[in-house]
């Protein structure tokens, strides 16, 4: 599964970016997708993930400010990001998986795309 990202830029705080992510194979054959996100000099974190029926999870940090949408038909994946804050700032992946339980799996990762907000 090849995964190709984009999206990213730089804006202000309080603004809103939406990031998109295709597929190379139909998403009805993936269980899950993700967004991961990385900001300098910090350990990766998992941001959002959405199953093939269309169940979401989000970290606390993001609840009620981005939200995650796939469209299978498509193959893509979404991230809106409203009401961004400077400690968003980050590069951010976007990943296909599995869950095992509770616990999502990225088995294939897309490039990253950069995301700045000045504050």
């Known amino acids: 599964v090849q995964l190709q990202a984009s999206g990213g830029g730089l804006v202000q705080a309080g603004e809103s970016l939406r990031l998109s992510c295709t597929a190379s194979v139909t998403s009805f054959a993936i269980n899950a997708m993700g967004w991961y996100r990385q900001a300098p000099g910090k350990q990766r974190e998992l941001v959002a993930t959405?199953?093939?029926?269309?169940?979401?999870n989000y970290a606390d940090s993001v609840k009620g400010r981005f939200t995650i949408s796939r469209h299978n038909a498509k193959n893509t994946l979404n991230l809106q990001m409203d009401s961004l804050k400077p400690e968003d700032t980050a590069v951010y992946y976007c990943n296909a998986g599995s869950y095992s339980g509770t616990d999502y799996r990225p088995n294939f990762w897309g490039q990253g795309t950069q995301v700045t907000v000045s504050s």
């Open positions: 959405v199953t093939s029926a269309g169940s979401t």
